[in-house]
T-cell receptor, first 112, second 112 residues
């Protein structure tokens, strides 16, 4: 069984569109994250949700909005997509009292 | 505050020779330290972690790392490289905050 899953795996879209990426974890973890990995493999944390408390990374444009309908899901909605948003987006989760993160397989977003 | 520096962006070794991937960190708190591996087009997988127990940590696939507080280092080693070890490796530090900081990654290239 997949521990952390993301959909879609690939997303190709035009500039200006709005899109969402979904993440689900079946590990019962309390904390979930969204990361952006650029073309140079640099991983940058975007958001963290801990027991429904959102920690916003100030460097993330407000076009990006995470939504957590419940503890097992953390979706990422992106408005007015730009070329620079092209990247691989990873979801991850972590149990409250442990530090290890479990990563999803990633969503490769291409903005044309 | 916390930061992590991976000293080499690329490391190239021959199959069967030792691997050394270097990582230095800084943290205002007693840190937890991790190494993750990312194979091409895959998510990240935990190799090993240090959380204030034994300073020599053994991980999966024959990797190990030694926490050296005096040198603020957490270098990753393996006695004998295998072709399947070719991947991107990330050193991660987590101090007082529950938001981890990732290094910029080291690409391990293994030649036959």
């Amino acid at each position: 069984d997949t521990a952390v899953s993301q959909t879609p795996k690939y997303l190709v879209t035009q500039m200006g569109n709005d899109k969402s990426i979904k993440c689900e974890q079946n590990l019962g973890h309390d904390t979930m994250y969204w990361y952006k990995q650029d073309s140079k493999k640099f991983l940058k944390i975007m958001f963290s949700y801990n027991n429904k408390e959102l920690i916003i990374n100030e460097t993330v444009p407000n076009r990006f909005s995470p939504k957590s309908p419940d503890k097992a899901h953390l979706n990422l909605h992106i408005n007015s997509l730009e070329l620079g948003d092209s990247a691989v987006y990873f979801c991850a989760s972590r149990e409250q009292d442990f530090d290890e993160q479990f990563f999803g397989p990633g969503t490769r977003l291409t903005v044309l | 505050a916390q930061s992590v520096t991976q000293l080499d962006s690329h490391v190239s070794v021959s199959e069967g020779t030792p691997v050394l991937l270097r990582c230095n960190y800084s943290s205002s708190y007693s840190p937890s330290l991790f190494w993750y591996v990312q194979h091409p087009n895959k998510g990240l997988q935990l190799l090993l972690k240090y959380t204030s127990a034994a300073t020599l940590v053994k991980g999966i696939n024959g990797f190990e790392a030694e926490f050296k507080k005096s040198e603020t280092s957490f270098h990753l080693t393996k006695p004998s490289a295998h072709m399947s070890d070719a991947a991107e490796y990330f050193c991660v530090v987590k101090g007082g905050s529950y938001i981890p900081t990732f290094g910029r990654g080291t690409s391990l290239i293994v030649h036959p």
